[in-house]
């Protein structure tokens, strides 16, 4: 390090320009009469003595009282020390600053607004890396690409991945785009859409699209506010377009009972034995349950009319459906269940 940057260094640790000057010069000459100090530095005579008893006072040097006043440098370790501190201080404080930028400015304990897009993309990669049952995800093939390593932990911890993907009309993925792993199941939307991910029951980031004329975020963390966003993928990103990708044709998962009851109905008219398990919450002990058993009954707002085929939207009331365990009947309830015997999560 040159003398010039060394001189600016010790100034950021609170030395005066004369003092950092006289300190390395000191250094430089050795044990030396203060006023020979004077002389090869650029402070002063006049004024190096003063110079030298505060580089004193701050353990730079020691005095030494003689026939003239020489001085010398203390062993560096203590004053470098408070040097190192504050330059692990400066650190500290800069990564504070870049943290508080990116960190959302939180209304309450709930809701926070950020003021990029980007900090909704990173805070939904912590947040994935919590999810326990499924994570909702919507966004670009460069967004998508970007939460891939926290999608593909979760995929292995076993949470459902359900992905949207803008795409304009001819556009073909990246070539290092691979949902193998990483997805449950793909689908694309040709529509630009807004940047939002739902995560279990209580979590979501949303950031609108590139058309928006500003740029910030959303993050939630409640049990209410999620399943308006969820709503909002199930039936404007997700219900009205084709799956690209299904990493299991073999096994149908569903972490909707709406999916569930739509899907399902028509084949439990027709007779057929559904065998089921469901996951979720007892609502009488508040713990994690598990019950296997056969559809025996399904039941929802309207269920008196006889639609050809029912819509998400005929299910946006009441819903629930009863299994026959071979030891009795479990009542399953979807998101907010309340009257059921359990809250399904799958």
């Known amino acids: 390090m040159d003398r010039e940057t060394l001189t600016q260094a010790l100034e950021y640790a609170d030395l005066t320009s004369y003092q950092a000057d006289a300190y390395l010069t000191l250094l430089e000459m050795g044990v030396s009469p203060a006023i020979e100090v004077g002389r090869e530095s650029a ?3 006049s004024q190096v003595y003063d110079v030298l008893r505060s580089l004193e006072s701050k353990g730079y040097v020691e005095t030494i009282e003689r026939e003239k006043l020489y001085v010398r440098p203390c062993d560096p370790e203590a004053a470098m020390a408070d040097l190192e501190t504050r330059g692990e201080l400066l650190h500290d404080a800069a990564d504070a600053v870049r943290e508080r930028y990116r960190t959302p400015e939180r209304m309450d304990a709930r ?3 950020t003021k990029r897009v980007e900090t909704a993309v990173e805070n939904a990669q912590d947040l994935i890396d919590d999810a326990e049952t499924v994570v909702e995800v919507a966004g ?3 967004q998508l690409q970007s939460l891939s390593p926290a999608l593909r932990e979760a995929r292995n911890r076993g949470i459902v991945v359900r992905a949207s993907v803008y795409i304009d009309e001819g556009e073909e993925p990246p070539a290092e785009f691979d949902p193998n792993g990483v997805l449950s199941e793909l689908r694309v939307c040709t529509i630009p859409g807004p940047f939002l991910v739902v995560i279990d029951r209580d979590r979501t980031c949303f950031a609108p699209n590139t058309r928006s004329d500003e740029d910030y975020g959303v993050l939630v963390y ?3 506010l999620p399943f ?3 709503w909002f993928f199930l039936t404007c990103l997700w219900n009205l377009y084709p799956t690209v990708y299904l990493d299991d044709e073999d096994q149908f998962t569903y972490v909707t009972i709406e999916e569930f009851i739509r ?3 028509p084949l439990w008219e027709r007779g057929f034995e559904l065998g089921v ?3 979720g919450i007892d609502l009488g002990e508040g713990s994690e349950t598990t019950v296997e058993g056969s559809v025996s009954d399904i039941s929802f707002h309207g269920d008196e009319r006889n639609p050809s085929r029912l819509a998400l939207s005929d299910l946006g009331s009441h819903k629930n459906l009863t299994l026959d365990t071979g030891d009795g009947s479990v009542v399953v309830g979807g998101w907010g269940a309340v009257f059921e015997d359990m809250e399904m999560r799958t």
């Open 222 to 224: 409640d049990r209410i």
């Open 228 to 230: 308006v966003f969820h």
């Open 140 to 142: 670009s093939f460069e």
């Open 277 to 279: 398990t469901a996951e």
């Open 43 to 45: 402070v002063p005579v």
């Open 111 to 113: 809701v926070g607004v």
């Open 263 to 265: 899907d399902i109905l």
